[in-house]
């Protein structure tokens, strides 16, 4: 052990780390120096067991540097809170497995696939749970009860998801991506998916239990989902739909940058993710673009303008002013095609009295769809 680390001794280290989360927080004193006397005594482990720390000569900074390091991670839980710190630990943890949570031989739906998602991931909060009593040589009865503590887990568990497992060839890889691929070779070639009870979550507490299975874990660390949103059924039923849309045109690249889309990941995350340069990224974001509104405008307008609230009865979602503006932009024929879909007359009769075939009737409904869509988007 060098020099710098001699001048800190654990108490040090700890009573500094005190002192930053009672500032940080309005935690009890004797949580906030169980928690920072846990931070001291992994880091300096850390420091310890690093040859490359060791040989620095800065082991103190090194050590501070760390401990810092988890704090803030800590912090940025506990100031989200019990509920949206769950969803932020949920979308930062799937977003790293869900290429690799696929099943061989089955073509599983989105739906399907975030079921498969969170059944790895409740397993996987049960082993970083009891990775984090035995790392801190806690009882095997531990567990979270007050938000700190809720906070110091979940920074835990993300660090732990994280960490690089050394692989043959001087490789490595992250330790939640080698679980997930067990777990996913583990899946039967069939595998049924009970959409209903895999998203069936429980109570609200912020206890962490051992359970004796996944259904008892989703009761212990409920993870709010989006069906606390009103447009919840409606949202999905468009993506399930896109997704479908996208990979019937084998566009599977595509629908994985949606997929990653939807999770609201930065740009530089889903380059990583997807293994592309920013180039590759932007051409591909652009083919994704194209075919979103070919579907929104195309493929299935109704469903779309439905859940966008900008459906025939809403004049298109747009303004009174809105609407006056698209009617100066419209043909004779135009015009007269829009009333017809206003009445409710039917694709073909309408093509009929228009006197244009199906194709035809399509091209300019698409385009007036267009104009509309571009009024709107101003």
């Given at each position: 052990m060098t020099q710098g680390i001699c001048t800190l001794s654990v108490d040090s280290l700890s009573q500094l780390f005190y002192h930053d989360l009672k500032n940080s927080t309005g935690a009890a004193e004797t949580g906030c120096r169980a928690i920072a006397q846990r931070?001291?005594?992994?880091?300096?482990?850390?420091?310890?067991?690093?040859?490359?720390?060791?040989?620095?000569?800065?082991?103190?900074?090194?050590?501070?540097?760390?401990?810092?390091?988890?704090?803030?991670?800590c912090l940025k839980y506990y100031s989200l809170g019990s509920r949206q710190g769950r969803v932020e630990l949920h979308s930062t943890l799937s977003a790293i497995?869900?290429?690799?949570?696929?099943?061989?031989?089955?073509?599983?739906?989105?739906?399907?696939?975030?079921?498969?998602?969170?059944?790895?991931?409740?397993?996987?909060?049960?082993?970083?749970?009891?990775?984090?009593?035995?790392?801190?040589?806690?009882?095997?009865?531990h567990?979270?009860?007050?938000?700190?503590?809720?906070?110091?887990?979940?920074?835990?568990?993300?660090?732990?998801?994280?960490?690089?497992?050394?692989?043959?060839?001087?490789?490595?890889?992250?330790?939640?991506?080698?679980?997930?691929?067990?777990?996913?070779?583990?899946?039967?070639?069939?595998?049924?998916?009970?959409?209903?009870?895999?998203?069936?979550?429980?109570?609200?507490?912020?206890?962490?239990?051992?359970?004796?299975?996944?259904?008892?874990?989703?009761?212990?660390?409920?993870?709010?989902?989006?069906?606390?949103?009103?447009e919840n059924s409606l949202r999905g039923r468009v993506v399930e739909e896109l997704l479908a849309y996208l990979k019937e045109r084998n566009q599977d690249e595509c629908a994985d940058y949606f997929t990653l889309r939807l999770l609201d990941l930065p740009t530089q995350e889903i380059e990583s993710l997807l293994n592309l340069t920013p180039r590759e990224r932007d051409y591909l974001q652009q083919r994704f673009k194209y075919h979103l509104l070919r579907f929104a405008l195309a493929h299935n307008w109704e469903l779309v303008h439905?859940?966008?609230?900008?459906?025939?009865?809403?004049?298109?979602?747009?303004?009174?002013?809105?609407?006056?503006?698209?009617?100066?932009?419209?043909?004779?024929?135009?015009?007269?095609?829009?009333?017809?879909?206003?009445?409710?007359?039917?694709?073909?009769?309408?093509?009929?009295?228009?006197?244009?075939?199906p194709t035809q009737f399509q091209k300019q409904w698409t385009k007036l769809l267009e104009q509309a869509w571009e009024i709107r988007n101003v």
């Open positions: 931070a001291a005594n992994e880091v300096l482990r850390i420091c310890s067991e690093s040859d490359r720390i060791q040989a620095s000569g800065d082991v103190e900074v090194w050590a501070k540097s760390l401990g810092k390091h988890r704090l803030d991670q497995v869900y290429r690799y949570i696929t099943p061989p031989q089955v073509q599983t739906s989105y739906q399907a696939r975030l079921a498969l998602i969170e059944d790895f991931l409740q397993g996987f909060y049960v082993e970083a749970l009891n990775a984090f009593r035995r790392e801190n040589q806690l009882s095997d009865r567990q979270p009860r007050t938000l700190l503590e809720l906070a110091e887990f979940m920074a835990f568990s993300e660090r732990y998801g994280k960490r690089r497992i050394p692989l043959p060839g001087r490789r490595s890889q992250q330790l939640i991506i080698l679980r997930a691929q067990t777990f996913s070779r583990q899946q039967p070639p069939e595998l049924p998916i009970d959409i209903e009870q895999a998203t069936d979550y429980g109570g609200d507490g912020d206890d962490l239990r051992p359970a004796a299975s996944h259904q008892r874990v989703r009761e212990e660390m409920m993870i709010a989902q989006a069906d606390d949103l009103p439905e859940w966008l609230e900008a459906g025939l009865e809403t004049n298109l979602g747009l303004t009174v002013q809105q609407w006056q503006q698209l009617q100066d932009t419209l043909s004779a024929k135009q015009a007269k095609l829009l009333a017809l879909k206003q009445q409710g007359v039917t694709d073909d009769e309408a093509a009929k009295i228009l006197s244009m075939t």
